[in-house]
């Protein structure tokens, strides 16, 4: 195929190189809305803030918090496959960059992914020359795409996600999203949905592999652990896990309703949000302590806010129950309940989980995790699991047996991009 862009390519590409001079303009708003690391900002424009190793380079990124964490399991079994490969890992926000601080193992380079301007795509590319480039999920850049094709690298696109709203979006530049999805050597859809927007859009599509399904029981620091266990006691403990705005209060208000003798825990998907929400539930007439201010659950606490980064595991591990965010509020479209289910916590789920339908539904057809359809039914379903143990357990071990069918995906992710990584 020739490697001259269609018009709209060209047309996105001489756009974005008159804007870019823009860009440290706009970078430094965005540390004053504490969007950017100050430190590093340098790395969004291609800087490079550490030297690339000698020898091999896989690159792999995934832009937020749930792209970078189905990444670890890749980043951790490419490790270990191939321990002579130097591995890059890009991700484009504070949050995720301080997730993956903590989880990714000893010796693999962090960097914050460049914006998509011809410079900075340039300076990035030419500093770590990469022999593969990994994208998951749906974010694809045109300049950064093509530039890194133009110079080489093979390019895989794996979870593969395509929304119908960003079809629609794309089809209309067919020349470009086609030619920018032919960049790719490898795309694997996550589902059926997606491989047929996919393959619409142009693509020439694989098997279908979705990361958020694969992958190993998250970690977490076992002393801390007995020590919380020794704060909490014999209470039971819902945990409220990776909730947005309108859910604490909603999630708060059924757990009050269950009228059970608990500790609730609420652990907002963005941590930086665990002030207001702990206002939030003090105003409502909890007891509350919050993590993020060094705070320690007393007998007296019903409602611990845990607004940390990177303790997903600590808190899945004292929970009977698990409360999954982003289902209970419109636009937000759900989270991955394989984190629970992996460790054998029954999983309770809001109505508005499409973009994990599939996995939810799978989930259900199990009887290994259970819809609330609004507060009352979520106050209903928390005081049967926390009075009858037993049904939780099985509903639990369900979860546990489908996350662990899921583990061949991971295998399989690597054995196609095998024939891609570098020498």
């Excluded at 706009?26 to 291609?46: C, F, H, Q």
């Excluded at 289902?327 to 499409?354: S, Y």
């Amino acid at each position: 195929m020739s490697r001259r862009r269609a018009l709209s390519l060209g047309l996105y590409a001489a756009a974005t190189g008159l804007l870019e001079p823009l860009a440290p303009g706009i970078l430094r708003r965005r540390i004053r809305r504490g969007k950017e690391d100050p430190a590093r900002v340098g790395e969004r424009l291609g800087r490079a803030t550490l030297p690339r190793p000698d020898g091999p380079l896989a690159w792999l990124h995934g832009v937020s918090v749930g792209e970078s964490l189905s990444l670890l399991p890749v980043v951790e079994a490419l490790s270990r496959r191939r321990p002579d490969l130097n591995l890059l890992v890009t991700s484009g926000t504070v949050t995720a960059a301080g997730l993956l601080a903590k989880r990714l193992p000893a010796g693999v380079i962090h960097q914050y992914a460049p914006v998509d301007g011809p410079a900075a795509v340039a300076r990035f590319l030419d500093h770590w020359r990469p022999g593969l480039g990994v994208l998951v999920e749906s974010d694809l850049w045109p300049n950064l795409i093509l530039a890194a094709q133009a110079r080489g690298v093979r390019l895989g696109l794996i979870s593969a996600h395509m929304t119908a709203a960003s079809a629609r979006r794309w089809s209309r530049t067919p020349h470009g999203v086609r030619q920018l999805l032919a960049a790719f050597d490898l795309v694997l859809p996550q589902d059926a949905d997606s491989e047929g927007r996919l393959r619409a859009l142009g693509a020439a599509t694989g098997e279908h592999i979705n990361l958020k399904l694969a992958g190993e029981p998250l970690a977490c620091d076992g002393a801390e652990l007995e020590r919380l266990r020794g704060a909490v006691g014999a209470r039971r403990v819902v945990l409220a896990a990776s909730t947005h705005p309108g859910e604490e209060a909603l999630i708060a208000g059924a757990f009050r309703s269950a009228g059970v003798e608990a500790l609730l825990i609420v652990l907002p998907r963005h941590p930086d949000r665990g002030e207001a929400v702990a206002a939030q539930l003090a105003a409502e007439g909890f007891d509350v302590a919050r993590r993020g201010a060094g705070a320690t659950p007393t007998p007296r606490t019903q409602v611990y806010v845990a607004d940390t980064l990177g303790e997903m595991g600590l808190f899945l591990r004292l929970a009977d129950v698990a409360v999954m965010g982003g289902g209970f509020v419109d636009g937000i479209g759900g989270h991955n309940p394989l984190e629970p289910a992996r460790l054998g916590v029954p999983v309770i789920a809001g109505p508005h989980v499409f973009k994990a339908r599939a996995i939810y539904d799978d989930l259900l057809a199990e009887v290994a995790a259970i819809e609330a359809r609004d507060a009352a039914s979520l106050a209903r379903h928390l005081r049967g699991l926390l009075a009858s143990p037993g049904i939780a357990q099985r509903i639990g071990e369900a979860g546990r047996a489908f996350a662990g069918r899921q583990g061949a995906a991971l295998d399989r992710a690597l054995d196609l991009l095998a024939p891609l990584l570098p020498a």
